[in-house]
Structures are given as C-alpha cells and as structure tokens.
C-alpha cells in the first residue's frame, strides 16, 4: 500500500497500516526509546527578568504586529557569563493606531548575568534601549576590538551598537553607514571574503502599508502576499568602522524576497560561508559564496526552495547543523505548518538536500502547530543535536504547545517534551538558547506574542547527567569571534562537527560558544579547529565537562595543514 506523505501525516486515528507508517518514520514510539526524564524548568519568575514584549496596542491588527520579536545570548561584559539582550515592539502613531494603543513604555531590554541564576536589567545605563519597531538582533565584533557589538533590525530603521568595553553601548549607525530604511527581520554577521572582518547580511521583508485593511473582517488583517517583496542587503566591512552596501555586485540583490530568517553555513565543505534566506510564502533562497565576492542563489537545485510538495511554505527560522554526525550541515527551518528538516544528500553521495520531514518524525509531531523560534542543540549531552520548535498562532493569538525531538541516532526524531513548559500553551516568536549557568547544559529564552519573556533551565536528573565541552574562540588572522570555525571532536569513537555561526532560527542569536555533548566520555580525544584563516589546529586528549578557551594560533605553517599541540 503507497500512501501519499499528507495521508499519512493525516493518520492519526484512521486505519492506516503500522508498517507503512515506521517506513516512513511515523510508527508510534519503540517500547525500548529512553524515558522523557530531561526537562525545561520555568525560571523566569526567580531569575529577575520581567521581559514584556509590545506591539503597540491593545489588538494584533497587522502582520507588522504580529511578527514578533528575537532575543540573544551574548557576554557583553566579559565576566564569562551570557547576558541577554531582548528586542522589543512599541506604539507608532500612524503605524500602530487601529486600536487603543497598550499603554507601555516598551524599549529593548538588556539584562546583566549575575552569575546566581538571576539576572538585573542594565538597558539605561547601557544605552541600549533602541528606537522605532524593534523585530530581530544579531550579535558581532565587528570591529575585531574584543568586545561584541550589537545589531538591531526594525521597522524602517536598523541600529548598530559599538561596545565600549566599560558597560556601554554608543549608537554608530550612521557613522558605519549601516542604516537600512525597510522592513528588516533577521540578520547575521559573517566573513564572508574570508578577510578577518566581520560582514553584516540584512535580511527585509516587506513593503508594509499601515493604513491597508482587509475589506472583510473576517480575514483579521492582510498577508504576506498582500504585500510587495522587499530586497535583501549585504554590507561590506571596511575594516575602519564603517561598512560599503555591495548588494549588488554580490549578487544578493538579484530577487526580492520576503525574509522572515537567515543564517549562515558551509553547507557544502568548500571552506566558505554560505546564506540560507527562509522567505514567507514564496521560495527561500540558498545563496552559495563563489569565492570571488559575488553569490548564487542554489536553493532551487538544492531543493530547499520549497517545501516536500513544491509548496511556497510559511518559512520562518532556520538553522544548519550536522544532525547524523557525518560531517555535513543538515538545515531545519520552523514554517506554518509541518516544519522542514532537509538532510544533506552529500552524505549519501548525492549533491542536493533531501526533504526528511516525514519519514524523520517530524511532520508527524509538528504538524498541528505553527513554529517560529528554533534550535538544534544537544539538550541531554548524549553527543546527538536534537531539535527545539516553539509554536503560536499567526494571527489569531492562539497559543500552542511548543515541541522538543529527541533525535534517535538513527535519521529519525521522537517527541520527548510533555511535561513542564512543552505542557503550557503559549503565542512563541522567537527563540535564543545557550548555557547560561555555565553548568554545561544549553538552557533557552523564548519570547511570546504581547505577552512575557520565558527563560528555561535545562536540569536533567543527577543519575543521567553527562559530559560535555563549551569552547570558546578567539580569532586572531580570522574575525574575533571566531565566527565561520568548524570544530570536529572525536571522543568514543563518535565525530561530531559543530560550525561557529552569529544568527541562528528565527530573529534570534543562539550562544556564541560551540558546545559538544559527550555522553559518558570524560574526554574529547581529538579536537580539530578549522579557522576561517586556512588555519588548522588540533588540540588533543582535553579533559570534558569545562569552558575551553582556544585561541587561533599564530601561523607557523602553510595554510591548511595541521598545528598540533
């Protein structure tokens, strides 16, 4: 019996064979699959965060309103614990005037880490309260100081904050030139010629018009399709302060697009960054790093523009990681409906991604929500990324369970999160995690629609506790923050491969640090850094469960070969 993907995504209930289903990955759980014991706690209350985000007004009215806002982990004091940085919407006259305004004196929120699990809000006197209609933020060293700077998106108008390295922030958004007068989402900071500066991509959405209402009320407020595609930008750092728009010379302004988020990945092991732009309800964009300064948009032949079906899906966050640990980047993207999980073909001696929603599991445990905020991590250490989905309502503020998946070693997922957070309903947007107790475990942050920031602990049991390695990388011929370094680490006999990138999923900015789960091992036996520099260093037997610093050796050999220590 063949049976199409959406019969069987539709199965639940009907009499469907059991086998077709495990064929496809979406058989009920094995008897034999490891309890759920790992949990998110809900510590917002304790932490001293009191994040509330704002869309201005009393009534969602518009897509503007609705898209949300991003959050990032980042260590702007250098204490060696991640602050968060928390962007945020507000009332605009003539923007965000179809109903009562919400009466709150919204503003970006920086919160300081205090190291005892709380946190205390320093945005005033950090100067980074932001301006205008705040969407996504993306974190870098941009000018390679040792200090990492801050990127706001927005409505009409993006802000770039240079860190001073004493606890403030200066606004240098005309001085850089960075200024973007659209519709911006997501953005990422990259190297992407490869010159030891960090770039800026900038991805825009749309051309939204206030004062355009649905003639019937039924339809709440118009789509994305009601509105024009915006182009996305690239800006070149200059490597005094200031930035050049090479939007299109590079290529990157070729099509418009309506981006809702962007990352960044070799996804095909030539040693350059790579673009992946998730566009809302059109064909996203693959864009591949020619070497030359210039791109080309490859998603179409790569099979990623699309959804399994040749749908236009509702993309919105995407991340790439090496989810079968074999040394190729896999990309998921949250969307409208059944999520996309894209496995990289190369590893199966194919040269185009492969559409494993289904028969991964994923569809199955997805597809009654919309997902917006996203992470692969490695939640329970066991050396396997798993996948976090945060799910909402689009535009009718439905809350929904958000989803944890367990990945199972074998190319498929199971649904794992029942209990505490994955058993409350919520309107997610965006979503950042890292380890910001530093006890090894990735934690998160969620924002909600209109409502407050959650911040989540990862607190597995004592007795399945397992090890782990966090680095963290300083650049010195490559960018600062190391961003573009593949790490391998071997330990067990297991290799994994963890790519060190700024945004990842949906208007957020995950930890800087590459983190490594290590099962039972005590050790990474073999530790291989690739640097965007052509440098390759090997570290060898370093003990588990503690913050590396690596710094990029200072070159002694010809680019590509091995620096062993």
């Not at 019969?7 to 209930?13: D, I, N, P, S, V």
């Amino acid at each position: 019996m063949t049976l199409s993907r959406r019969q069987l995504l539709a199965a639940a209930g009907a009499a469907v064979p059991w086998a077709a289903l495990r064929a496809w990955g979406l058989g009920p759980v094995p008897r034999n699959a490891p309890p759920a014991r790992h949990h998110f706690l809900d510590v917002t209350a304790r932490s001293g965060i009191r994040y509330q985000h704002s869309f201005g007004e009393k009534r969602l009215s518009s897509i503007l309103e609705g898209t949300g806002a991003g959050c990032a982990w980042l260590d702007y004091n250098h204490d060696g614990w991640l602050d968060l940085y928390v962007v945020n919407g507000r009332h605009l006259p003539g923007v965000t005037n179809h109903s009562a305004p919400d009466g709150r004196d919204a503003t970006n929120h920086l919160y300081r880490n205090n190291g005892d699990g709380t946190f205390t809000d320093v945005t005033r006197e950090a100067r980074v309260g932001g301006r205008g209609f705040a969407t996504g933020v993306t974190v870098g060293d941009f000018d390679n100081d040792g200090w990492p700077d801050i990127f706001v998106t927005g409505y009409l108008q993006s802000v770039l904050y240079h860190n001073n390295g004493d606890g403030t922030f200066t606004d240098v958004t005309l001085d850089a030139g960075v200024s973007n007068p659209y519709y911006a989402t997501s953005a990422a900071f990259l190297d992407y010629d490869r010159d030891g500066r960090l770039d800026l991509f900038i991805g825009n959405y749309l051309e939204f018009i206030p004062s355009y209402r649905e003639y019937y009320k039924g339809e709440d407020y118009p789509g994305p399709l009601d509105y024009a595609p915006q182009l996305n930008r690239l800006l070149h750092n200059n490597g005094d302060g200031s930035f050049t728009d090479v939007s299109r010379e590079s290529g990157i302004a070729r099509a418009t697009g309506r981006a809702m988020g962007v990352t960044v990945g070799d996804y095909d092991n030539d040693g350059w960054p790579d673009i992946f732009v998730a566009n809302d309800s059109m064909e996203s964009f693959l864009y591949r790093n020619n070497h030359d300064g210039t791109f080309t948009n490859v998603a179409l032949e790569q099979n990623v523009a699309f959804g399994e079906d040749g749908e236009a899906t509702t993309a919105m966050g995407p991340v790439f990681a090496d989810c079968h640990n074999q040394g190729w980047l896999d990309l998921f993207v949250s969307d409208g409906s059944y999520q996309r999980y894209y496995r990289n073909g190369r590893a199966l001696h194919r040269a185009y991604f492969l559409d494993r929603t289904a028969r991964s599991g994923i569809g199955r445990a997805c597809g009654p929500y919309v997902g917006w905020g996203d992470g692969i991590l490695d939640y329970d250490n066991d050396g396997w990324k798993d996948i976090f989905i945060c799910d909402g309502g689009l535009a009718w503020m439905i809350p929904m369970k958000s989803v944890l998946l367990r990945n199972n070693h074998r190319g498929g997922f199971s649904r794992v999160g029942h209990g505490g957070f994955f058993a409350t309903r919520h309107v997610c947007r965006g979503a950042c995690f890292g380890d910001y107790d530093n006890d090894g475990y990735v934690d998160a942050f969620v924002t909600t629609l209109g409502g407050p920031g959650i911040l989540l602990r990862n607190t597995p049991p004592e007795d399945a506790r397992n090890h782990w390695l966090t680095l963290r990388l300083e650049g010195t011929r490559s960018n600062r923050d190391g961003y573009g370094t593949r790490l391998f680490a071997e330990s067990g006999g297991v290799r994994q491969m963890v790519e060190a990138v700024s945004a990842s999923g949906y208007l957020s900015q995950n930890d800087p640090r590459p983190h490594f789960g290590l099962g039972h091992h005590q050790q990474v036996d073999r530790l291989t850094l690739h640097w965007p520099s052509g440098t390759v260093q090997v570290l060898q037997a370093i003990p588990a469960d503690q913050i590396l610093h690596v710094k990029e050796p200072e070159p002694t050999v010809a680019p590509g070969k091995e620096s062993v220590r």
